[in-house]
């Protein structure tokens, strides 16, 4: 069944609302001593549809296909042989997956070694006949793989959080003992509720994994694997745009599966038709006239726009239509506008729910494929971005996994689109085939990108590893790969050959009549049949993994030779994976499967995702045990000590005028007009001013562009309009790989490069500066209280250790606010000091590369020289992209200050909080209630801290 959240998008769809968020849980299972040690995920707020899982996931039955699951298992094109089947002498296709490069520098032929790496070559014996059959294990769980090595998932580090959630949970039962807890106005029932919330703890992480590569990359296979679904992810062929809209995948509690479209805008609609008009009817006019790649590119965006506007306007577009293609350009361009109008534009978030898998699958399909009907307009065309929610274990965390379009897509919306998710995705994968992984452009397209804008986070991921032909591989690489590839293919033949004798034998013993000697014959013959079988699988097994290392480690090599110093800090991610080896032996028994699993090298990656969000984890869990519980132990502990019946009128109002004091010094200090998180922003505007602003030379990198604009103006014209075709990002072999922007604002950029850095290095300057301001406000009031309140030392300790948990978690809070700060800054750099096509010189130069495109015919050069030079020369190019920079700059630090004085005011707000625990008489007059419950509270809270310091011990240990 699928439902729509609300009626309102384009024609023939259904569905809108606003869209939801998905947050990262963290707590611990309580199921099982072994679930215990992993982190899971618990729901948060979120509508009632998608939010996040506690404890450990069950599989979907509807998941991951129907496989089917019996005797026989297919490993690539290999199948592995059924007792009744007929064996093959010649091995011709064998599966293949996993990469793990090892450091011996080949792979082995068993998973025994000899001395000296020596490898026995000897056929297993056929094992004996058990008295018992083993009893059968169900298929395998993805929730019970192993976690990543890193510091969250450190078991000692899980132990300290299941204990910190017992204590929570421990003093939310005694806060609960007594009646008082129930009014949420008094002071108990706000620590009541505090607790409550701290037993539910959420810790918020949400990272981006990007896949990128072109159609029939396996892209969407891959993610199937990933995600453990079989066919959400609808691969290559099945419509015109399968994979050309950005897809992410987010994590869903429930069972169902949830659907949301971002819309293009009208005006984004509207830009994005009327580049593709202007192609199609340059191409319609001239393309006659036109040869080799010019040709060949225009005629390919040409058939693009010729698909677009067939899937958007059925029945009113034909090729050649002359309202459009011989008409005026303002003509042509008010007809598609209004065909554009009528299509009735969603501004919208459209949101689809569906209880199956197929439904789900279909749903994708319809959005991302021309329709089956004629006369229906497509909606693939209006789609900037789809967002799936699923439950899927590798999700759980907050990761998102996205499926985006390669660099080399013809149309610019989706290309850019895809450029800004690299830019932005905390880790970004290009997908390519094995067989073509070091000659292909993809690859070469993506690990450039980053080259140029200085990103670390790119990895490949090779896929069909499980294709591979023994005979050809013999022939690749000879000496003594190919003598154990005979070997062992020898191997297979041999096992082969004596298992066709004892089939050859069983066939004697068809007949329905036979007598008692026959019959025993034949139980043998089967016996031995299926044993030799199991040899066969094991020999042919062997085989395939040794050919999968071999070509693994060879193809990661020749990718590492060839890109790991493009990649700043040269570090170069790579994975080989099969996913048919993942999926036709899915259904297996657990312990049959491990070895495809391990050998697909899906299990690896997805460690590897997993990992990503963890570091994020680890310090919002770290925070939580060091200084959230601390601070609500002391509030508990204030209480009890504000209640105690020693305490005299005179001396609480001692205590309370010193308080007051205190309350407010920190107000002056934290949040009060003169505080240093009232004035960060203009501090840091004025850094950049007086860092960038002040520096920009106009004149001079104006004239460094025009050199570059007169180097390229010599250049052969058809390599000149090969670059203006590409927004000026091309190679030759007469010139290389060559980047116009680049080149354009390269004096700009050299001369920002230090200033830029140094820019950063204030932003860590502030940020000690403010640490610095708040410590010492903490210290002064610290220092006052001892001063001040001589003879309470156990209410001076409590104070104490309340205003050290908040000085800790404000400077948790300002130390992720800098990181994210430091994070957009490189963004920045990267928009303004690369010459990426969305980069600020790439947006400013889009229109004259058109311009330059749209010439065609004799003397179309000279007018494209024109074209450029003029453009180029004009310092209000270079000026453009520093204003830019300056406006993107101000708004940076503008939420920057926002959100400093956010976490500050919330620290500052719960201090309050804090303090008037003891200064108002709640304390007094609910301790006089409930006397017993005072007592209790007393003895609570000097447990709850001593068991409070040896997990944080725990937690120290482990961050060390």
């Known amino acids: 069944m699928v439902r729509t959240s609300q009626q309102s998008m384009p024609r023939s769809a259904a569905g809108s609302s606003t869209s939801s968020s998905t947050t990262t849980a963290l707590t611990p299972s309580t199921r099982s001593a072994s679930s215990r040690l992993f982190m899971t995920n618990v729901p948060a707020a979120n509508n009632g549809d998608v939010s996040l899982y506690q404890g450990v996931t069950t599989p979907n039955s509807t998941g991951r296909g129907s496989t089917s699951s019996g005797a026989t298992s297919d490993f690539g094109r290999l199948r592995l ?9 010649n091995l011709v296709t064998i599966s ?14 068993s998973s025994s070694t000899t001395q000296a790496g020596a490898q026995s070559l000897t056929p297993p014996a056929v094992p004996r006949r058990r008295s018992s059959s083993r009893t059968k294990q169900p298929p395998h769980a993805v929730e019970d793989e192993e976690p990543p090595d890193d510091r969250f998932h450190a078991p000692g580090f899980q132990q300290a959080y299941i204990e910190a959630i017992d204590l929570v949970a421990s003093l939310k039962a005694v806060l609960g003992s007594s009646t008082l807890h129930v009014d949420e106005d008094c002071t108990i029932g706000r620590l009541y509720q505090k607790a409550t919330e701290l037993s539910e703890f959420r810790c918020l992480a949400r990272r981006t994994v990007g896949f990128v590569g072109d159609s029939g990359a396996g892209k969407s296979s891959l993610l199937n694997s990933l995600l453990d679904s079989q066919s959400l992810a609808r691969t290559s062929g099945g419509g015109a745009a399968c994979t050309c809209v950005a897809t992410e995948y987010h994590y869903n509690v429930n069972d169902n599966y949830i659907v949301e479209v971002d819309w293009y805008n009208a005006v984004e609609l509207h830009g994005l038709l009327m580049d593709m008009l202007q192609a199609y009817r340059h191409y319609y006019a001239n393309g006659d006239d036109m040869a080799g790649e010019e040709k060949q590119d225009f005629a390919q965006r040409s058939k693009i726009a010729d698909d677009t506007f ?4 059925p029945g009113r577009w034909e090729d050649g239509n002359p309202s459009l293609t011989t008409g005026s350009t303002e003509s042509a361009f008010n007809t598609l506008q209004s065909w554009i109008l009528e299509l009735g534009i969603a501004n919208d978030v459209q949101r689809i729910i569906m ?6 699958s279909d749903y994708l399909v319809n959005l991302t494929s021309d329709p089956s009907s004629a006369g229906v307009s497509a909606y693939w065309p209006r789609i900037k971005r789809i967002r799936v929610f699923v439950k899927a274990h590798i999700l759980r965390n907050g990761l998102v996994l996205v499926d985006l379009p390669g660099l080399r897509d013809m149309n610019s919306a989706r290309r850019n689109l895809t450029e800004r998710y690299i830019i932005e995705c905390d880790e970004i994968f290009v997908v390519a085939n094995i067989d073509r992984a070091t000659t292909n452009v993809g690859v070469k397209h993506v690990v450039a990108l980053a080259k140029r804008a200085g990103l670390s986070n790119v990895g490949i991921i090779c896929t069909k590893s499980d294709i591979i032909k023994a005979d050809e591989a013999i022939k690749d690489w000879p000496g003594e790969i190919a003598n154990n590839i005979r070997k062992l293919s020898t191997m297979v033949n041999n096992a082969e050959k004596e298992l066709r004798k004892v089939q050859e034998e069983c066939n004697d013993y068809t007949d329905d009549e036979l007598c008692e000697e026959d019959l025993v014959r034949a139980g043998e013959l089967g016996r031995k049949q299926s044993q030799l079988t199991k040899v066969v699988n094991r020999q042919k097994f062997r085989l395939s993994k040794y050919l999968m290392e071999t070509r693994n480690q060879k193809t990661s090599q020749s990718l590492l030779d060839l890109y790991q110093n493009e990649v700043p800090d040269g570090q170069l991610r790579i994975f080989c994976v099969s996913n048919d080896n993942y999926w036709q032996n899915r259904d297996l028994p657990a312990d049959e499967f491990a070895k495809f699993l391990e050998l697909s090298d899906i299990m690896a990656l997805r460690r590897h995702c997993i990992s990503i969000v963890s570091e994020s984890q680890f310090r919002g869990a770290s925070k939580f045990m060091k200084h959230d519980i601390s ?12 209640g105690a019946p020693s305490l005299d009128a005179e001396r609480k109002q001692v205590i309370c005028e010193a308080l007051d004091i205190i309350d407010g010094r920190l107000r002056r200090d934290l949040i009060g007009t003169s505080s240093r998180c009232r004035t960060i922003n203009q501090a840091l505007r004025n850094d950049f001013n007086e860092g960038i602003l002040q520096r920009a030379n106009i004149f001079e990198w104006s004239q460094a562009a025009r050199n570059a604009a007169t180097q390229w103006s010599g250049w052969h014209w058809a390599s000149y309009a090969a670059f203006c075709r590409n927004y000026g990002e091309y190679y030759t072999q007469a010139v290389g790989s060559r980047c116009w922007n680049a080149e354009m604002i390269e004096t700009m950029a050299n001369d920002l490069d230090r200033p830029w850095q140094v820019l950063l290095e204030s932003v860590q300057s502030h940020q000690e500066d403010l640490l610095r301001s708040v410590q010492e406000s903490i210290d002064w009031a610290i220092q006052y209280l001892e001063t001040e309140i001589q003879r309470s030392s156990e209410l001076v300790d409590t104070l104490t250790e309340a205003l050290a948990s908040r000085l800790g978690h404000l400077s948790d809070e300002l130390e992720d606010i800098y990181d994210k700060l430091e994070s957009d800054l490189s963004t ?3 928009d303004s000091l690369s010459g990426i096509q969305t980069s600020y010189i790439g947006q400013a130069m889009k229109e004259t590369y058109d311009h330059c495109n749209m010439e065609c015919g004799t003397g179309s050069h000279a007018r494209r020289k024109a074209i450029m030079n003029r453009r180029v020369r004009d310092q209000e190019l270079l000026k453009t992209v520093i204003k830019e920079t300056r406006i993107q700059f101000k708004s940076l630090a503008d939420g920057f200050q926002s959100s400093v004085q956010s976490a500050v005011r919330i620290q500052f707000d719960g201090l309050q909080e804090t303090l008037d625990i003891f200064r108002e008489e709640n304390a007094a007059s609910e301790s006089e209630q409930d006397p017993d419950f005072h007592g209790r509270i007393e003895e609570v809270v000097g447990t709850c801290r001593e068991a409070l310091t040896r997990i ?3 937690v120290s240990g482990v961050a060390n």
């Open 81 to 89: 042989t059924p007792s009744s089947s007929t064996i093959t002498t």
């Open 96 to 109: 293949l997956g996993d990469l793990l490069i090892q450091s011996s520098g080949r792979p082995s032929l």
């Open 310 to 313: 067939q899937a958007l306007f």
């Open 355 to 360: 209880d199956t898998l197929g439904e789900c």
């Open 631 to 642: 601070a609500l132990i002391s509030d508990v502990e204030l209480w009890a000590q504000a």
């Open 828 to 830: 920045l750099k990267i």
């Open 952 to 954: 944080q011990v725990q």
